[in-house]
């Protein structure tokens, strides 16, 4: 995240909000660039936000959705969301209201994987993902696939948002498991899928589990590529 620090380090940003903040991972990006800002981070999940006070103790933590932002208008000078797009029930809705809650001039941050042009080990990170969100869409639980890049960029566009310039991060590079992370992978894959043992999809999501064990160790494990967007809010 490196070509977020040198734009933003002659911009005056006093307040921050981190929609979808889950259990605070994109803070340690936000407290680097904006080490003297006052940040608030907001999830739907208890569970998240309790983890994120824990490690986060100068930060403000309020249960609240993307898409129902309980502040006044142009109440931040900076709005980000990471890693979450692709969990909201409306992507329209949040966006807008993250346009509604930050200031005339305002900045919004995007961190979303995304999920094509990806080499052979990104691919599996993908599988193993897709496996999980169809599982959670059983269960009820809003959490899409991975959007393409494009996608991406299409949605923030028409949600009226300018983007000032926007490129790709790659989290970590191609790592080759060894066989005690396969099994402990493939272990929480069979897990996971235990919880829907009577669902039509079982028996297909059965067979994905050996293919990732198939592909992993041929290929290896890679995070998906993300896309950062800056965009600024007139």
């Given at each position: 995240?490196?070509?977020l620090k040198?734009?933003f380090i002659?911009?005056?940003?006093?307040?921050?909000?981190?929609?979808g903040?889950?259990?605070?991972?994109?803070?340690?990006v936000l407290?680097?660039?904006?080490?003297?800002?006052?940040?608030?981070?907001?999830?739907?999940?208890?569970?998240?936000?309790?983890?994120a006070?824990?490690?986060?103790?100068d930060?403000r933590?309020k249960?609240?959705?993307?898409?129902?932002?309980?502040?006044?208008?142009?109440?931040?000078?900076?709005?980000s969301?990471?890693?979450?797009?692709?969990?909201l029930?409306?992507?329209?809705?949040?966006l807008n209201?993250?346009?509604r809650?930050?200031?005339?001039?305002?900045?919004?941050?995007?961190?979303?994987?995304f999920?094509?042009?990806?080499?052979?080990?990104?691919q599996?990170?993908?599988?193993?993902?897709?496996?999980?969100s169809?599982?959670?869409?059983?269960?009820?639980?809003?959490?899409?696939q991975?959007?393409?890049k494009?996608?991406i960029?299409?949605?923030?566009?028409e949600?009226?948002?300018?983007?000032?310039?926007?490129?790709?991060?790659?989290?970590?590079?191609?790592?080759?498991?060894t066989?005690?992370e396969?099994?402990?992978?493939?272990?929480?894959?069979k897990?996971?899928l235990?919880t829907?043992?009577?669902?039509?999809d079982?028996?297909?999501?059965?067979l994905?589990?050996?293919?990732f064990?198939e592909?992993?160790?041929?290929?290896?494990?890679q995070?998906?590529?993300r896309?950062?967007?800056?965009?600024?809010?007139?």
């Amino acid at each position: 995240m490196k070509q977020l620090k040198p734009f933003f380090i002659h911009k005056e940003i006093g307040c921050v909000l981190d929609v979808g903040t889950g259990s605070g991972n994109f803070l340690l990006v936000l407290k680097d660039i904006f080490p003297a800002a006052k940040i608030i981070g907001v999830d739907p999940n208890n569970e998240s936000l309790v983890s994120a006070a824990q490690k986060f103790h100068d930060v403000r933590f309020k249960r609240m959705s993307a898409e129902q932002l309980d502040f006044p208008n142009h109440s931040f000078d900076v709005v980000s969301i990471s890693m979450a797009l692709h969990h909201l029930t409306d992507v329209d809705l949040a966006l807008n209201e993250m346009k509604r809650v930050v200031k005339p001039g305002g900045w919004i941050i995007i961190n979303e994987l995304f999920s094509d042009n990806l080499n052979e080990a990104q691919q599996v990170h993908r599988m193993v993902h897709h496996f999980g969100s169809r599982i959670d869409r059983i269960q009820g639980i809003n959490h899409n696939q991975a959007f393409k890049k494009h996608e991406i960029l299409q949605l923030v566009n028409e949600a009226g948002i300018k983007i000032q310039f926007h490129f790709e991060h790659k989290k970590e590079e191609n790592k080759k498991l060894t066989s005690v992370e396969v099994n402990e992978k493939v272990a929480k894959m069979k897990k996971r899928l235990d919880t829907v043992k009577t669902h039509p999809d079982y028996e297909t999501l059965k067979l994905q589990i050996n293919e990732f064990r198939e592909k992993v160790v041929v290929f290896g494990f890679q995070s998906a590529t993300r896309v950062v967007i800056v965009g600024q809010v007139s």
